[in-house]
């Protein structure tokens, strides 16, 4: 599938009324394979359910290709040990889905690195509007990074301490329930 994106970051404050707008909020980790294995796992969890995607991307900047495909998620039994030493990032995903668009605010947790907000199709013929136009948000505190290849969430990946809390007490639109799961799914690799 073809994916057209454009990367900001964002240094401003995003409000509770903002991130309510959002049709989900989701818990993420993205495990990156070391090269030259070039596959991402990424653990999903929602509201109602959790995922592992198995994800190749080739291309950089604006426009690259990618492919996905859901695999069982006893895979973190199985990977655990090589998970453990895998780099990965940790973030709650806001998703806002538009007329053949849609927009995502990342808020990363490992690294901390604050809110990076995503807008992207799969239509060529779709014109990726300015975030701050998306979300009615101050453009003051946009910096693009769409074509920045510091800013790949590869390339932000550490590897996870297993000391480390990957999660702050508190996150905005997220369920208990949804903490408990992506927490124990987490357990499974980090202990």
Excluded at 48 to 63: F, W, Y
Excluded at 85 to 105: H, W
Excluded at 156 to 177: G, K, M, Q, S, Y
Aim: charged residues 25%; hydrophobic residues 40%; glycine residues 4%.
């Amino acid at each position: 599938m073809l994916e057209i994106e454009r990367k900001f970051l964002y240094s401003g404050n995003i409000d509770d009324p903002t991130l309510a707008g959002a049709e989900v909020c989701l818990l993420i980790i993205q495990w990156y394979l070391s090269l030259p294995d070039a596959r991402r796992l990424r653990l999903v969890v929602s509201p109602g359910s959790s995922k592992m995607i198995e994800t190749v991307k080739t291309g950089s900047g604006l426009v690259r290709e990618e492919k996905e495909r859901e695999i069982p998620l006893e895979t973190l039994h199985e990977m655990a040990c090589r998970l453990a030493n895998e780099r990965a990032v940790v973030k709650a995903r806001y998703v806002y889905p538009r007329k053949r668009l849609e927009g995502v605010i990342d808020r990363y947790f490992v690294p901390n690195i604050g809110f990076v907000i995503e807008i992207e199709t799969s239509q060529t013929r779709n014109v990726i509007p300015d975030p701050w136009k998306f979300w009615d948000l101050p453009a003051k505190y946009f910096i693009e990074v769409t074509n920045n290849p510091v800013y790949t969430a590869r390339s932000l990946a550490i590897t996870i301490d297993n000391t480390v809390r990957p999660l702050p007490p508190n996150i905005p639109f997220v369920e208990p329930l949804q903490r408990w799961r992506f927490e124990r799914y987490l357990s499974i690799v980090y202990g």
